[in-house]
Antibody, heavy 117, light 110 residues
Framework: EEQLVESGGGLVQPGGSLRLSCAASGFTFSIYNMNWVRQAPGKGLEWVSYISSGSDTIYYADSVKGRFTVSRDTTKKSLYLQMNSLSAEDTAVYFC??????????WGQGTLVAVSS | QSVLTQPPSVSAAPGQKVTISCSGSSSNIGNHYVSWYQQLPGTAPKLLIYDNNQRPSGIPDRFSGSKSGTSATLGLTGLQTGDEAEYYCATWDSSLSAAVFGGGTQLTVL
């Protein structure tokens, strides 16, 4: 069964950092492009970042550019999102999603990041 | 404010048909494929339509997609109470070099 499982969310103070992980299983992770998409409480979906299968192409939303870094480890079948300089506006459930935008064909269950003092 | 504009809500009776619109511009919908997602409360989004009008395996043909110019439309026929959810359109925006989502449309099956 194809599965994506996010982890690493939690409560962090403004200005702090957090690293999210997304573990893939049940499919050949190395050949798929991957994304992070977030959803603030009670709000809509917001695409955050894209990384190609070979990590040679990376895109970020303007709202996180310069603060977030996406990466992947094929040997560990994992996707990562390093988040720095966090603010309250970054509070959201973060989903990892497989595919090339805008076709995200598999999603994780999400991990909640709460930024508060 | 979303780059793609969707109506906040639509409603229809069970068994009826409904359409959800998604309006954009030449930098996004006008020149890129559109996907549609269904999100039930408390769950992850689910891909319903990709490449404007293609359904992934397992998605019933009650769901359809179309695109014309800088707008796209999701159609649902034979509405069921289980279709009550938030629906999102998405595409790529070449000016932003970013994927963009619509603000979402809440479907209520009366």
């Amino acid at each position: 069964e194809e599965q994506l499982v996010e982890s690493g969310g939690g409560l962090v103070q403004p200005g702090g950092s957090l690293r999210l992980s997304c573990a893939a299983s049940g499919f050949t992770f190395s050949i798929y492009n991957m994304n992070w998409v977030r959803q603030a409480p009670g709000k809509g979906l917001e695409w955050v970042s894209y990384i190609s299968s070979g990590s040679d192409t990376i895109y970020y939303a303007d709202s996180v550019k310069g603060r977030f870094t996406v990466s992947r480890d094929t040997t560990k079948k994992s996707l990562y999102l390093q988040m720095n300089s966090l603010s309250a506006e970054d509070t959201a459930v973060y989903f990892c999603a497989r595919g090339s935008p805008p076709q995200f064909d598999s999603w994780g269950q999400g991990t909640l990041v709460a930024v508060s003092s | 404010q979303s780059v793609l504009t969707q109506p906040p809500s639509v409603s229809a009776a069970p068994g009826q048909k409904v359409t959800i619109s998604c309006s954009g511009s030449s930098s996004n919908i006008g020149n890129h494929y559109v996907s549609w997602y269904q999100q039930l409360p408390g769950t992850a989004p689910k891909l319903l339509i990709y490449d404007n009008n293609q359904r992934p395996s397992g998605i019933p043909d009650r769901f359809s997609g179309s695109k014309s110019g800088t707008s796209a439309t999701l159609g649902l026929t034979g509405l069921q109470t289980g279709d009550e959810a938030e629906y999102y359109c998405a595409t790529w925006d070449s000016s932003l070099s970013a994927a963009v989502f619509g603000g979402g449309t809440q479907l209520t099956v009366l």
